[in-house]
């Protein structure tokens, strides 16, 4: 049975019936029972005869008996002539009936048929119906699987602690966030170690981190560990289109989590609930500061002996109410990121157990080549390098296969479209100035591959450099070479062409965004010093820019920016012209070679440029490709 099936305690127990199917049965069986019961009351005795059959045996003295009703005519043959059955008839208004009848010497009687069979059937029976209907559905929607007069009962998921089967051993890459989180644990199995001094445990911890880092298998694997129940729910569930009813549901998750204490409490993208709340000429969203303001007064009232954590999760802490982060309430705020080469490796380690792998896969280098994975991206390399070797009908995992998965993640899926032979020819100048620039600068990343194959949305090619080790700050040279780098391609197609094409969109947007923060955030420019213009700030967990796009600068500080961007820009542009122009053969060779076999290795490219090759690392880690779109 899947754990998030298993409820604990009957917390989730259905009042009405399993499905609407059933009692829509059980409605046609009984108008099925009340048709027979008035097709076995109510139908006249005897065979049914025509009204001028009934009459020519009156006149010729066939009639024994006759009983006269408003509206059926019953009687009895003489048994001397039709053995004394009996017969029915609907009646017909005649007048010379009763004078037929006497004239016959036939005994009648008139006869009031009783109708409380009828009369029960009529509206006894409907009020019933229509009683039983209602109590149906009235129970399907005050049910607690998710009726409609349950939607101010909390949503939550309970795991018991026998459901949670994740631990920290399960867990990689984020061993600081890990280590954080073991204290917690050691409260929720031996709070008395703490209190016992007077010392008070947080009430809340707060993950953050960005997107498939892996602040939800934290939280799970902190109630594994400490063997609590785990209350889960993402902070949308809470607020409805009816006024009050979110506030409803904090309080109904608080009362039933009171009742398992210890326990946890995970509520993930808190940013749904926990928005900053706002005033403006627009109005505000009442009914989530509603409920913001009831999760904010169960934080501060509920008791923090009673061993209860709550847990939050969310990859945009800048939009959170300052409320919610003050001491009291989310006293720890835990920084999940993405993991560095050795938690890379942990993480591709558990993700490849139940994987067939060929003895020379080496998941060292496999970490390597993927900088800025987290651990959901390392999840999908692993399981689309199974695919592919699947496909090949491979009995294991090699490393083509993984280096195959990682152009895949990287550069997009390679796509089969036929380009002209001129358009092929552009893309291979283009390709090879990037890599010679990079390969001809000191100090610079080597490249890895070459490719001029198109692949993902619009990129006919791309130029991979795998840095050596993990870097953490640039200098200002390192920014120039990487500027240089950038503009290598465009330079390469005037050189080589002498015209220019529209391939290079992307790289010159990359190019000044780096000038101008250049110029703007870093302070690297001469002519303005040491002076942060950008007018954005930044978030106090992530690097996330936030705030207005423009610094609070005069006109004239702008056109300065703008002439240092241009400046530093041009001179990247004439390094890279340099580099190329002196090396306009190797252009040539390189470009010829990329057009005959597509893909080239960055061994080959240095064997041609007469660069020996880089000093051994295993922690080469690839930068983002100079994609040709």
């Known amino acids: 049975m899947n754990p998030r099936d298993k409820r604990a305690g009957g917390e989730r127990r259905s009042l009405g019936p399993t499905r609407p199917g059933g009692a829509v049965w059980y409605i046609l069986g009984l108008l099925f029972l009340l048709a027979l019961a008035q097709a076995w009351f109510m139908a006249p005795a005897g065979r049914q005869v025509s009204y001028s059959e009934f009459k020519q045996a009156v006149r010729s003295g066939q009639v024994a008996e006759v009983f006269v009703g408003d509206q059926t005519i019953r009687g009895t043959y003489k048994r001397e002539t039709n053995g004394g059955r009996s017969f029915n008839t609907t009646r017909i208004e005649d007048p010379k009936l009763i004078e037929d ?33 209602w109590s149906f559905f009235f129970r399907r929607m005050s049910g607690a699987e998710g009726g409609v007069m349950s939607f101010a009962r909390s949503k939550h998921r309970v795991f018991s602690e026998d459901d949670v089967k994740v631990s920290f051993a399960d867990v990689a890459g984020v061993d600081e966030a890990e280590q954080e989180l073991k204290e917690i644990v050691e409260f929720l199995q031996n ?15 707060l993950l953050v981190g960005p997107p498939g880092t892996g602040k ?57 609930l926990g928005r900053a709340r706002v005033q403006s000429p627009m109005g505000s969203h009442e009914e989530r500061e509603q409920t913001l303001n009831q999760l904010l007064a169960e934080m501060d009232g509920f008791d923090s002996r009673k061993a209860i954590i709550i847990m939050g999760a969310t990859n945009r802490p800048e939009v959170l109410d300052p409320a919610l982060l003050r001491p009291g309430r989310f006293d720890r705020q835990v920084l999940v990121d993405k993991p560095d080469v050795n938690g890379r490796e942990e993480v591709l380690r558990i993700h490849t157990k139940n994987v067939k792998l060929a003895p020379t896969v080496n998941l060292r280098v496999v970490a390597a080549r993927t900088a800025g994975f987290a651990g959901a991206d390392l999840a999908n390399l692993v399981n689309e390098a199974a695919l592919l070797a699947a496909r090949k009908d491979k009995t294991a995992v090699e490393p083509t296969d993984f280096d195959e998965a990682i152009d895949r993640l990287i550069a997009g899926l390679e796509k089969k479209r036929v380009m002209s032979r001129k358009e092929r020819e552009i893309v291979a100048y283009h390709e090879s100035g990037h890599a010679i620039v990079a390969t001809a600068i000191p100090g610079m990343d080597p490249v890895h591959k070459i490719s001029i194959v198109q692949r ?3 990129a006919l090619g791309y130029t991979m450099q795998l840095p050596l080790e993990d870097r953490y700050l640039m200098q200002r040279k390192d920014l120039l070479n990487q500027l240089a780098v950038l503009l290598g391609g465009r330079t390469a197609e005037e050189i080589a062409l002498g015209e220019i094409s529209t391939g290079a969109q992307n790289d010159l947007q990359r190019a000044t965004d780096i000038a101008r923060a250049m110029v703007t955030e870093w302070g690297m420019s001469d002519a303005l010093g040491a002076i942060n213009y950008d007018g954005h700030k ?73 660069i020996a090759p880089p000093p051994p690392t295993s922690e080469t880690i690839p930068l983002p490709t100079n994609e040709l779109r």
């Open 101 to 133: 009848l006497d004239a016959a010497s036939v005994k009648y009687t008139g006869e009031m048929v009783s109708r409380w069979l009828p009369e029960v059937l009529g509206w006894v029976v409907p009020l019933l119906l229509l009683f039983g209907v």
């Open 191 to 205: 709070p008395k170690k703490y209190t016992t001094l007077g010392g008070r445990i947080p009430k809340g911890v």
């Open 216 to 272: 939800t298998l934290l939280a799970r694997a902190v109630a594994g560990e400490a063997k609590v129940p785990f209350f889960s729910l993402s902070g949308s569930e809470f607020v409805e289109m009816f006024v009050g009813v979110g506030a409803a549901r904090v309080r109904d998750l608080f009362n039933q989590a009171e009742a398992k204490a210890p326990c946890i409490i995970f509520i993930d993208e808190l940013d749904a």
């Open 456 to 458: 993902g949305f619009g």
């Open 538 to 610: 930044r978030s106090r967990f992530l690097d996330i820019p936030i705030g207005p796009e423009r610094g609070a600068y005069a006109e004239d500080t702008g056109r300065l920016i703008d002439s240092e961007v241009k400046r530093i820009m041009t001179d990247a542009h004439n390094e890279a012209r340099d580099i190329l122009t002196r090396r306009r053969d190797i252009l040539e060779s390189v470009t010829r070679r990329l057009l005959e076999i597509e893909v080239m290795e960055g061994a080959e490219l240095r064997n041609m440029m007469g």
